[in-house]
């Protein structure tokens, strides 16, 4: 396993963008708010064409081969990088915690997946860990918002404030809590379609809090949890609504700009 | 409904809508949830206890044989007697042996969840040996003649009004508001049992190799005078309850009940060195300890051995989001829970529990709430992947295609432009802006949500248009 305090430095390379697939066919805009503001922070962004999905959603699912085939192609597909950011804490947890694992049995595919493993951040971890950057300069009118604390990116990744802190730092943005904001929202995967009944009651009790929460926007690092939690919002004709951190800190920099 | 594990998700779908249920299962979970969380935070440096506790656990599954075999010793050099079951029936066929012999006919018992595992109270009634639970919890599921739904909190799924219905049709109680005075009636109920009992049986939360004396962890004080007062006292332990010294036990006791019950410290904590000395005027004249098996050494062989570490706090219950959503008899086994998904499945055949390692969101609040830190959301990956055969061809293949596309961007992008096409298609013709309705094996999704249209430019597109070819 790749030791966390001993990873290389991401400072002063390129990033290599893993869009995930679900940004990729269903909410790009995420991924264009990423480029965005990389590029603003004057780091060059590169996009392997060859990537399609992390391999999660076998793995979680107990289909290993099915998860190496496609692991296979994302380590083909990023084999030039030199790091690797996506904008999706349970996708970088799966390269960075998975990876290894998935091919201890396997000399060559091992060496290449402890590599990337060692060089795959969460956005938000790369800009604030990585690079100490706290600040991107970003400037919106007055709102509050709160976090829900995507599994993953939280007890996989460890991720603490890094997103807070970011957000905290656009201008006129407030930032309060969300109640049960680490409690998990029911996603997980084929779980929610495999056992429904119980993953719309967890998703019961996210939408409770976030009613009850008096945030103008609800801010999350994973793009499945906003899926899961969006979906019943809107199925329930709640007016609120789960942003991606990425799209606030973008609309930002764009208010700044104007 | 039978306790069957094959029934999760039948049992969990009407646990759902148990209106009783889930208020009991909320104030349960919570309460003790919360309360662990602060007691926690109290500690200068609760990572540091946890990470001494995994590792006092994970030295003593490592010396596993050895210490047992040191604990036997010792039991005996007490003056005490070791029997060694291999399997519950053994298990249950030691103890009747021993009623036999000393013609035991009435029996007081603290709790332990061992006895419920090895389904010891029918075979004793089916040989006229009454035994009566002591604890308070226990003692209601046997009035009722019901399940413990948590592995410490036996009763977590019935409410104050149930109970006290219970108590009133039961043992005779008059109505009583307060839980303190149905508390008191039950306890005077239990006294008359304490004094006539001519054996008292209790589990064991650790048994300490060094000086081979069984440790149990109360807060009722019953477990004292279950071993205490009636002439033979017969510990039914699992093997892994072992630990080597006392010095590993002072960090465990400091972990057990703050992740428990949220509290500080335990209020009684008995230790058993065997039968009474000769100078020793309290304690019962013989000793027993059952060692069971029951499965344990194949998960002590198998990949999922760090089960074996856990000190049956319950943390992991209250913390998990399906428990608090399903409770505890939806699992159909005396172990649920996370952990109990793990130890059902390992210790009992992986087909029979299989839905078990599935009912998961992989959330992880379980190994973050695990005083010894038990790796529960990567077992139940294992476990999914010995299962993965059980999910049924719909499943399979559709992985197999799944994969076929992942594997091959230009599958890839073009199953992007298709599902886009297909769905703008489809919200064409409703008029929506959203799915409100997926075709199976998915459409479990749009029973409790609606599903984003695919984005009419991908990001590989995005990106061919404005990055590639500027
Ligand atoms: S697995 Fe951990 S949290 Fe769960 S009961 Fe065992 S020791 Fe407690």
């Known amino acids: 396993m790749v030791d966390e305090i001993l990873r290389p430095s991401p400072r002063h390379k390129p990033v290599s963008l893993f869009v995930t697939c679900i940004v990729d066919m269903v909410y790009p805009g995420t991924g264009v708010s990423v480029v965005e503001i990389l590029e603003h922070l004057d780091i060059e962004v590169r996009f392997p064409m060859g990537q399609t999905c992390c391999g999660q959603p076998a793995f979680n699912s107990g289909f290993h081969d099915d998860a190496r085939a496609v692991a296979k192609q994302f380590l083909t597909a990023f084999a030039d990088a030199e790091v690797i950011v996506a904008p999706s804490g349970s996708c970088a947890s799966m390269v960075r915690h998975y990876y290894p694992q998935l091919f201890k049995d396997d000399a060559e595919w091992y060496d290449r997946a402890t590599w990337a493993a060692s060089m795959t951040w969460e956005f938000t971890e790369y800009l604030v860990d990585g690079l100490g950057i706290t600040d991107i300069g970003a400037k919106l009118p007055p709102m509050t918002v709160a976090f829900h604390h995507a599994c993953h990116g939280l007890r996989l990744m460890g991720l603490k404030n890094q997103a807070q802190q970011l957000v905290e730092n656009i201008d006129g943005v407030t930032v309060t809590e969300l109640e049960g904001y680490d409690q998990c929202c029911g996603f997980g995967g084929l779980f929610s379609v495999k056992m429904p009944q119980i993953s719309g009651a967890m998703l019961r009790d996210k939408i409770e809090h976030i009613k009850a929460c008096d945030a103008d926007m609800i801010l999350t690092g994973d793009c499945s949890c906003m899926t899961q939690i969006n979906g019943g919002l809107s199925r329930n004709q709640v007016e609120k609504h789960v942003t991606h951190i990425a799209d606030l800190l973008a609309r930002g920099l764009k208010h700044n700009d104007q | ?470």
């Not at chain 2, 000393?102 to 075979?123: F, Q």
């Not at chain 2, 149990?216 to 072992?242: C, D, F, Q, W, Y």
């Not at chain 2, 399903?326 to 998904?341: D, F």
């Not at chain 2, 091959?408 to 409703?430: C, D, I, N």
């Open chain 2, 1 to 470: 409904m039978a306790m069957n594990p094959k029934n999760f998700v039948q049992s969990a779908t009407i646990a759902i809508e148990d209106i009783t249920l889930q208020t009991a299962l909320e104030r349960g979970t919570s309460n003790a949830d919360g309360r662990r969380r602060q007691v926690m935070a109290e500690l200068d440096d609760p990572y540091a206890l946890r990470m001494q506790g995994r590792h006092a656990k994970l030295r003593a599954l490592h010396d596993l044989p050895d210490l047992l075999e040191q604990m036997e010793r010792n039991v005996i050099a007490n003056g005490g007697h070791v029997l060694w079951a291999a399997d519950a029936a053994e298990a249950r066929q030691h103890i009747l042996n021993i009623c036999r012999k000393h013609d035991l006919k009435r029996g007081v018992k603290s709790k332990s969840m061992v006895t419920e595992e090895i389904e010891l109270l029918p075979a004793l009634e089916a040989a006229g040996i009454r035994m009566v639970e002591t604890d308070l919890g226990e003692y209601i599921v046997q009035l009722a003649d019901d399940h413990p739904s948590h592995i410490v909190m036996p009763v977590m799924h019935r409410t104050k009004d149930e109970v006290r219905e219970l108590f009133m049709e039961k043992i005779a109680m008059p109505y009583h508001e307060e839980a303190s005075e149905m508390t008191a009636h039950a306890r005077k109920t239990l006294r008359e049992e304490f004094l006539n009992a001519d054996f008292g049986m209790s589990g064991g939360n650790f048994m300490i190799a060094e000086t081979g004396t069984v440790v149990i962890v109360t807060n009722e004080g019953n477990g004292r005078l279950s071993t205490g007062m009636p002439p033979v006292h017969i510990a039914v332990v699992g093997i892994e309850k072992i630990i080597p010294t006392w010095e590993d036990f002072a960090t465990l006791i400091q972990l057990l009940p703050r992740s428990a019950t949220g509290q500080r410290l335990t209020v009684y904590v008995n230790m058993f060195n065997g039968p009474a000395r000769i100078d020793e005027p309290d304690g019962p004249q013989e000793f027993y300890l059952v060692l069971v098996d029951n499965g344990r050494s194949d998960v002590y062989a198998s990949e999922y051995v760090e089960a074996l570490a856990c000190i049956r706090c319950g943390a992991c219950l209250n913390a998990c989001p399906v428990y608090q959503t399903v409770g505890g008899h939806s699992y159909g086994s005396v172990y649920s829970g996370p952990i109990g998904a793990i130890v059902t499945p390992a210790m009992w055949g992986k087909e029979r529990a299989s839905p078990l390692p599935f009912a998961s969101s992989l959330c992880g609040a379980c190994k973050e709430a695990c005083p010894v830190e038990i790796n529960i959301p990567d077992m139940l990956i294992a476990l999914r992947r010995d299962l993965a055969k059980t999910q049924g061809p719909v499943w399979e293949l559709g992985m197999k295609a799944w994969r076929f596309g992942n594997a091959h961007p230009l599958l890839f992008e073009m199953g992007g432009k298709f599902a886009s096409k297909v769905t703008h298609a489809y919200m064409q013709s409703t008029g929506a802006d959203k799915l409100d309705t997926l075709p199976p094996p998915l459409n479990g999704w749009t029973e409790h949500r609606d599903f984003p249209p695919f984005a009419e430019q991908s990001f590989h597109d995005w990106w061919r248009q404005n990055r590639e070819d500027k």
